[in-house]
C-alpha cells in the first residue's frame, strides 16, 4: 500500500489494517538474559498502525493519558511518515516518552474508541517508536535554554517525577540541581523496573542530553541525613520533593523473621545493581537459583519478581493473590473508556509460573531458621453494598513448598527518612496532606511531586505531577523574581 498517497482523511484506516504488534522476543532466548523483552516493528509496518487512529470527534485517549499527549496529533503526523514533527508533538507533553513508550501501562489505549472493539490502535508502541526514531535520526539533541533567570532549585529524588520537574525547570531557564540519595539516578526506573522491561541505557541516554542541557545531578546525596533540608532550603531558592514511595506493606504473620523472606524491592535493586555493575552487597546474595519461590502479591511488582527469579533459574515460581481473579472482560460497572479492570498477563507470567488467586497467607513454615513453606487458606469474596467481604474457607489449609518468599504487597507511604525529620511536619505518611496548595507543601518555598506526594502510582503520573510541580514552581520563581 502506498502510505504516503492516503490522508488521515481516509478514516476507514482502522477497517483496512489490522492491529499488529511488535511482538516479545521468544521465551527461551528472553530467559537467558536481561535484555529487553519487547521488541520494535519496522518503521513502514508503524506508519500504518498510527493509519488506524480514526480522528475521533472526542479523542478518548486523549482524556486517558495523563499527561494530556496529543495522540490523535502524532499518530496522525507518524501516518505520513513526518517522524520528526511526530515527536515534536509527542515531547510537547511528555519529557520523556521513551520510558512511558515501554512501560507505560497505557490507559489511553483502554479509552481509545477501538477498545470498545477491543482492537485499540497501538499507541504506547507507537509512542516509543516516535521517540527511537527521533534519537537515532538526530533530532533529539541538548539545546541549553538562551537565558538563566539566576534561580537556584533543588530538586530531591531522581525519579521520573524528579527528572521531569527538573527538566522543565532547567528549561525555563533556572539552575537546577537534582539530587539523588543512590549511586545513579533515575529513581525506581533504576533500580526497581527490571532490565527487561526497560534498559538503563535509556535513562542514561536522556540524563545525558539533561546534562549537557546545564542540569547539574549530585548522585550519593541522601538529604536529611548527608545534607540537613534546613540547608537545601536556605541555599535554594525553591525545593521539590520528589523523593517516591519506598515503605513497602509488611506481612506480620508467624514466622516472618524466617531467612529467605524479602521484601519484592530488595530482590529487585540487588539484580538491578549486578546488571548495572554496581556492588549489591550483602543483598546481592539474594537469588532465586534453584529454590523454589513464592511470590505474595498479585500486581505488577510481583510480576517483576516472576521474571526476575525465572531468569535467576529458579526451580519453581508462583505467584498468589489474595483478592479473586479478575474477570476476562470488562464487568458493567466498569465500561469503556475507563482503564479495564480485567485479567492481566504479563511476559513474565508467560515465561513459567503458576498463579493462584483468593489465597490467604496464614503463615510461614520453616525449618533451622530457614523457610520452607507458606501456609495459605483458600478465602471466598461476597459483594456487600458497594464492597466486599471476604471470608476464609475453611479446611482449605495447605502448605506451598518454598525456599525463597517476596513480598511484594505494594507501598505504603514515603519511607520516614531523615528529610522527613527535618522538615518537622506530621505527613500522615505523605506529603499529600502539606500539597494544601497544589504541589506546594505549605511550607515557603518547599514543593512536592511523584509518588511521595500520590502514592506509589505510575510513570506517566509521575512525569505529569512532575510537570505540574515545575510549573508552579516556574510561577513562584517569576512572581519573586519582579
Ligand atoms: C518494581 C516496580 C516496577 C514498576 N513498574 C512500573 C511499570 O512497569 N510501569 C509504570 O508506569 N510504573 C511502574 N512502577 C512505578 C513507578 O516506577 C513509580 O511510580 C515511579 O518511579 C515514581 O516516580 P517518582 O519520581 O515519584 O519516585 P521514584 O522513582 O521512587 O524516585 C524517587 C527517588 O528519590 C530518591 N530519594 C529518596 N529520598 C531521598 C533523599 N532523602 N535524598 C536524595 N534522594 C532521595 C530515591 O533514591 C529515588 O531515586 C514500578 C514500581 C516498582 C517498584
Ligand atoms: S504516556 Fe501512557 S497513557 Fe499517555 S499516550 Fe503514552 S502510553 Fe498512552
Redesign the pocket.
Given at each position: 500500500m502506498n502510505i504516503k498517497n492516503k490522508a488521515m482523511g481516509d478514516i476507514t484506516g482502522f477497517l483496512k489494517i489490522k492491529k499488529k504488534e511488535a511482538g516479545n522476543r521468544p521465551v527461551v532466548e528472553r530467559i537467558c538474559d536481561f535484555s529487553e523483552v519487547e521488541q520494535i516493528l519496522n518503521s513502514e509496518d508503524r506508519m500504518l498502525q498510527a493509519a488506524r487512529c480514526m480522528d475521533c470527534g472526542v479523542p478518548f485517549c486523549h482524556w486517558g493519558c495523563p499527561v494530556d499527549n496529543l495522540i490523535p496529533e502524532w499518530n496522525d503526523l507518524l501516518f505520513r511518515g513526518d517522524w520528526k514533527g511526530a515527536y515534536q508533538r509527542l515531547s510537547a507533553t511528555n519529557n520523556f516518552p521513551e520510558f512511558t513508550g515501554r512501560?507505560?501501562?497505557a490507559p489511553c489505549e483502554h479509552s481509545c474508541v477501538l477498545n470498545i472493539q477491543q482492537d485499540p490502535v497501538t499507541i504506547r508502541e507507537n509512542e516509543v517508536a516516535i521517540v527511537e526514531k527521533a534519537f537515532s535520526e538526530g533530532y533529539i539533541k541538548p539545546v541549553p535554554p538562551p537565558v538563566r533567570t539566576g534561580k537556584k532549585v533543588a530538586v530531591?529524588?531522581?525519579?521520573?517525577?524528579?527528572m521531569a520537574a527538573a527538566d522543565l525547570l532547567n528549561k525555563a531557564g533556572h539552575e537546577v540541581t537534582l539530587?539523588?540519595?543512590?549511586a545513579r539516578a533515575g529513581?525506581?526506573?533504576r533500580y526497581?523496573?527490571p532490565d527487561f522491561?526497560l534498559s538503563k541505557a535509556t535513562i542514561d541516554r536522556r540524563l545525558e542530553i539533561m546534562i549537557k542541557e546545564g542540569l547539574t545531578i549530585r548522585t550519593n546525596?541522601?538529604?536529611?541525613i548527608d545534607i540537613p533540608m534546613q540547608i537545601i532550603v536556605n541555599q535554594y531558592d525553591a525545593v521539590c520533593i520528589?523523593?517516591?514511595?519506598?515503605q513497602p506493606r509488611n506481612l506480620l504473620v508467624e514466622g516472618r523473621n524466617l531467612n529467605g523472606i524479602h521484601f519484592?524491592?530488595d530482590f529487585?535493586v540487588s539484580q538491578n545493581k549486578i546488571n548495572g555493575g554496581e556492588s549489591a552487597g550483602i543483598a546481592g546474595s539474594v537469588n532465586a537459583k534453584d529454590k523454589r519461590v513464592v511470590v505474595i502479591g498479585g500486581g505488577?511488582?510481583g510480576s517483576?519478581c516472576v521474571g526476575t527469579a525465572i531468569r535467576q533459574k529458579a526451580s519453581k515460581v508462583t505467584q498468589i493473590e489474595i483478592l479473586p481473579r479478575p474477570p476476562m472482560a470488562r464487568n458493567p460497572d466498569n465500561p469503556w473508556p475507563f482503564y479495564a479492570r480485567v485479567m492481566k498477563t504479563t511476559t513474565s507470567h508467560e515465561e513459567g509460573c503458576e498463579r493462584i488467586w483468593s489465597l490467604s497467607t496464614v503463615r510461614f513454615t520453616g525449618d533451622e531458621g530457614n523457610v520452607t513453606g507458606v501456609e495459605v487458606e483458600d478465602v471466598e469474596w461476597t459483594k456487600e453494598g458497594s464492597g466486599y467481604s471476604m471470608k476464609i474457607i475453611d479446611g482449605t489449609s495447605r502448605i506451598i513448598d518454598a525456599d525463597m518468599v517476596l513480598l511484594a504487597l505494594g507501598f505504603i507511604h514515603p519511607a520516614q527518612?531523615?528529610?522527613v525529620k527535618d522538615l518537622n511536619v506530621n505527613t500522615d505518611g505523605r506529603y499529600k496532606a502539606l500539597a494544601s496548595q497544589g504541589h506546594g507543601t505549605g511550607f515557603n518555598k518547599v514543593f512536592a511531586?511523584?509518588?511521595?506526594v500520590n502514592g506509589?502510582?505510575?510513570?506517566?503520573?509521575?512525569i505529569a505531577s512532575g510537570r505540574r510541580a515545575a510549573r508552579k514552581i516556574d510561577a513562584f520563581l517569576r512572581e519573586r523574581g519582579k
Open positions: 512501560i507505560c501501562p530531591i529524588g531522581s525519579g521520573p517525577s524528579g539530587f539523588e540519595k543512590n529513581g525506581l526506573l526497581g523496573v522491561k546525596v541522601n538529604i536529611g520528589a523523593t517516591g514511595a519506598f519484592a524491592l529487585l505488577d511488582t517483576d527518612s531523615g528529610l511531586a511523584g509518588d511521595a506509589a502510582s505510575l510513570v506517566v503520573y509521575a
